[in-house]
């Protein structure tokens, strides 16, 4: 069993910076992936990175291509979303998650486990 707990959301203004970390309680296993998905209200949950935790491959939606950077810190079993250059499509809820697949995906239902989100608003 694992627990993830998300922390470092805020109020920012667009162009601002955020980091967001994710402490994991329990065994992260090297095939693992840990991802981050953010939601709206009314709207789906969306992928919006991932990391395979032996191997530190990463990946990211389109949108937060060169703005996000996520990486994880195996020894603090912590992964983290660096947000930069803030958008006003980036508000949503952020929500830590880990896969117990060995392959990538981006679709919520193939996460195993979740936090309870941490909540970005972005404003102008």
């Known amino acids: 069993q694992v627990q993830l707990a998300e922390s470092g959301g805020g109020l920012v203004q667009v162009g601002d910076s955020l980091r967001l970390s994710c402490v994991a309680s329990?065994?992260?296993?090297?095939?693992?992936?840990m991802g981050w998905f953010r939601q709206e209200p009314g709207k789906e949950r969306e992928f919006v990175a991932a990391?395979?935790?032996?191997?530190?491959?990463?990946f990211y939606t389109e949108s937060v291509k060169g703005r996000f950077t996520i990486s994880r810190d195996a020894a603090k079993n912590t992964v983290y979303l660096q947000m930069n250059n803030l958008k006003l499509e980036d508000t949503g809820v952020y929500y830590c998650?880990?896969?117990?697949?060995?392959?990538?995906?981006?679709?919520?239902?193939?996460?195993?486990?979740w936090g309870q989100g941490t909540q970005v608003t972005v404003s102008s």
């Open positions: 998650a880990l896969s117990k697949s060995e392959y990538i995906s981006y679709r919520s239902d193939s996460y195993d486990y």
């Open positions: 329990g065994t992260v296993y090297s095939n693992d992936f």
């Open positions: 990391i395979n935790w032996r191997l530190a491959k990463t």
